[in-house]
C-alpha cells in the first residue's frame, strides 16, 4: 500500500498516466498508428516513416524549449512569454548571417555552426535581458516577458530588412530533416543530447537545488549564501540556449523564415508541458523530465487529433480540454482530496472489520 502511495504521489504520474491513456486509445482506434515503415525521402536517403516518428520529430523543439521553461518556472515562479517572438529573432539572425543583406545569396557566407552560436548569443542576451527584468527591477515574470512577446517579431523582420532569405544549401536542411544515412530524425536526436546535457549538468552541479531554493524561498536562501538575483538571469539564459536551438531546428525545416508565424503560440504549449509536468507554475521544486513527457503528451495529443481530421481550427479547442483535465488531475488540491478519500474509505474499512 505504501508503495503504491509513494508511486501516485510522485509528480512524473500524471503525464505518464495521459501518455498511457492516449496509447491505448490509438492502440484500440486503429493499431496501425504505430506501424513504423523505412521508406525514401524526397532526396532519396532511407528514413523512418510513421505516426510515431512523426511525434518524436514534431514534439522535438518543444521538448527543448520546455526543460528551460521549466527552470525559469522553478527560479521566479512565472512563466516566459516570449519564446515564441524570441525564436524568430533568433531564426533571422542565423538566416541574415548566412544569407547575408540580399537575402538570396547562392552560397553560405558563414559556416553554419557559426552563424548559430551568434544566434544563441543573441538569444542568451535576450534572455538576460528578461532575467534582469524580473530579478533585478522585480517585474513579475509574464509582464516582463510581454515586452519581447510584443516586439520581437517585428524585431525579426526588421533584422532582415523584412525580406524572407532562402538558404539554398541542402546541409542546412539537415538539422530540421535527416542526415543522409541516419534515418532517425534529426531534430528528435538533437533534442536527445538535449535532454542528455540537462540531465548531466543537474546530476553533477548543484543548479537545479539552488533553482529550487530560490523557487521556494528566496529570502532564505539569500540567508543560507545563494545569490538568487544570479540564479534567475542564469534560468533565463538557459531559457535563451533552448531558444536557439530551437530555433535552428524551426528554420532548418523550411530553409527560410515566416516572422508572424514562426513558432506561433508555441510559448503556451512549452508552459503546458511544465504544468502537465506536475511543476507547480508558482515555482519551487520542479521535475524536468516531467515537463519532457508533457511536451511529448501534447505533441502525441496533437497528431492523434490531427489523424482523426480534427479541423486545424478546432484543434486548439480539444486540446484545452484535454489539458484542462489533465492539469486539473496533477493539482496538489484534488491529490489531497484523493488522498483525504482514500484515508477515509480505509477507515471505515478497518471499523466494519474490527465490528
Do not use: H
Not at 26 to 34: G, K, Q, T, W
Not at 222 to 235: D, E, H, W
Amino acid at each position: 500500500m505504501k508503495t503504491v502511495k509513494k508511486i501516485f504521489s510522485n509528480q512524473i504520474v500524471i503525464p505518464l498516466a495521459a501518455l498511457i491513456i492516449l496509447a491505448l486509445f490509438n492502440l484500440i482506434a486503429d493499431p496501425s498508428f504505430y506501424k513504423i515503415t523505412l521508406g525514401l525521402n524526397s532526396d532519396g536517403n532511407p528514413v523512418l516513416t510513421g505516426y510515431l516518428i512523426t511525434i518524436l520529430d514534431s514534439g522535438a523543439e518543444l521538448a527543448i524549449l520546455a526543460i528551460g521553461m521549466t527552470l525559469v518556472t522553478a527560479a521566479s515562479g512565472g512563466q516566459d512569454i516570449s519564446v515564441g517572438a524570441a525564436i524568430a529573432i533568433s531564426g533571422s539572425v542565423m538566416l541574415r548571417l548566412l544569407c547575408g543583406p540580399t537575402a538570396n545569396s547562392q552560397t553560405l557566407l558563414m559556416p553554419i555552426a557559426c552563424a548559430f552560436l551568434i544566434a544563441m548569443v543573441v538569444s542568451m542576451l535576450f534572455g538576460a535581458f528578461n532575467g534582469v527584468l524580473v530579478a533585478i527591477f522585480k517585474i513579475q515574470p509574464m509582464i516582463a516577458t510581454l515586452i519581447l512577446y510584443t516586439a520581437g517579431r517585428s524585431i525579426a523582420a526588421w533584422i532582415n530588412q523584412n525580406q524572407l532569405p532562402v538558404v539554398v544549401d541542402p546541409t542546412f536542411k539537415y538539422f530540421g530533416g535527416y542526415i543522409p544515412g541516419c534515418p532517425v530524425p534529426t531534430a528528435f536526436i538533437i533534442a536527445v543530447i538535449c535532454m542528455i546535457i540537462i540531465g548531466l549538468v543537474l546530476k553533477f552541479t548543484n543548479l537545479g537545488l539552488y533553482t529550487q531554493c530560490v523557487g521556494i524561498n528566496e529570502r532564505s536562501s539569500r540567508l543560507n549564501g545563494l545569490n538568487p538575483t544570479f540564479i534567475k538571469i542564469l534560468a533565463f539564459v538557459i531559457m535563451g540556449m533552448c531558444v536557439a536551438v530551437a530555433a535552428l531546428i524551426k528554420v532548418s525545416r523550411i530553409s527560410t523564415i515566416n516572422y508572424s508565424v514562426i513558432a506561433k503560440d508555441i510559448e503556451m504549449d512549452a508552459i503546458l508541458a511544465v504544468a502537465l509536468g506536475g511543476n507547480a507554475l508558482s515555482g519551487g521544486k520542479f521535475n524536468v523530465w516531467g515537463s519532457i513527457i508533457g511536451a511529448y503528451v501534447i505533441q502525441f495529443l496533437t497528431t492523434t487529433l490531427y489523424k482523426f481530421n480534427v479541423s486545424s481550427v478546432a484543434l486548439p479547442a480539444y486540446k484545452a480540454v484535454v489539458v484542462i483535465i489533465l492539469v486539473v488531475a496533477s493539482a496538489p488540491t484534488v491529490r489531497d482530496k484523493f488522498a483525504e478519500l482514500s484515508k477515509k474509505m480505509k477507515s471505515k474499512k478497518s471499523v466494519k472489520e474490527a465490528a
